[in-house]
């Protein structure tokens, strides 16, 4: 079963550092893989995802994250971290097969706080 | 905007009353999907449906039922709320345009809360 494990539940960064968040996920084969973001009061916004080619992938707002097979993780960064990103951020999963069982797994979500 | 509605946002109920959530969804999808989110645990599948009347569980279906009689409306009922039910619950919809990648679309969720 596809499972997605985000071993941080709070990151505390100061304003202008670097930010990495991490996500594992466990699937037997290339999985599509996802970052959302979730500001307080707010549903869940898309910030990339990775579905083939370039493991590198850019998102919104700055983000991008690398998806490494060899280690099963598809972690997320940002080179220069603003206040307005402070927010609870989840790593998801979907196998690639498609039909009605194709159902996205979620991490449980690390909250970023950002000191000014 | 991915044209997702839930109703109602905010509400309080009692133990033991009914409660339905409404999802409206104006994207003509064919996948809708009821996620309940709960600190410490993320986003857990509730419930989730593949088309008018064709619905499945998700990992945490107990106490919950749904109903899709229509495309564009997919409704989530607790027949009887227990206080464990309380959490911010959030409509889905799949984007099914070209190359199906699983990526959902979320409405802005609906925070029940019961006493």
């Known amino acids: 079963a596809q499972s997605v494990t985000q071993p941080d539940i709070h990151i505390t960064v100061s304003e202008g550092a670097s930010l990495e968040l991490r996500c594992n996920y466990s699937?037997?084969?290339?999985?599509?893989l996802f970052w959302y973001v979730q500001s307080p009061g707010q549903g869940l916004q898309l910030l990339l995802k990775?579905?083939?080619?370039?493991?590198l992938v850019q998102g919104i707002k700055g983000f991008e994250a690398e998806f490494k097979r060899s280690q099963s993780s598809f972690n997320l960064r940002k080179p220069s971290v603003h206040w307005s990103d402070a927010a609870e951020y989840f790593c998801?999963?979907?196998?690639?097969?498609?039909?009605?069982?194709?159902?996205?797994?979620f991490g449980t979500g690390t909250l970023l706080a950002v000191q000014p | 905007d991915a044209g997702i509605t839930q109703s109602p946002r905010h509400k309080v109920t009692e133990t033991g009353t009914p409660v339905t959530l409404r999802c409206h969804q104006t994207?003509?999808?064919?996948?809708m999907y009821w996620y309940r989110q709960d600190p410490g645990h993320g986003l857990r599948l509730i419930h989730y449906?593949?088309?008018?009347?064709?619905?499945d569980k998700g990992e945490v279906s107990d106490g919950y039922s749904v109903s899709r009689s229509k495309t564009e409306d997919f409704l989530l009922t607790l027949e009887s709320a227990t206080s464990s039910q309380t959490s911010v619950y959030f409509c889905?919809?799949?984007?099914?345009?070209?190359?199906?990648?699983?990526?959902?679309?979320f409405g802005e969720g609906s925070r029940l809360t019961v006493l």
């Open positions: 998801a999963v979907v196998a690639r097969y498609g039909g009605a069982t194709n159902k996205l797994i």
């Open positions: 889905a919809i799949r984007g099914d345009r070209g190359l199906d990648t699983g990526e959902l679309f």
């Open positions: 699937y037997g084969a290339t999985p599509y």
């Open positions: 990775y579905f083939s080619g370039d493991t």
């Open positions: 449906s593949y088309g008018v009347k064709d619905t």
């Open positions: 994207e003509n999808h064919r996948y």
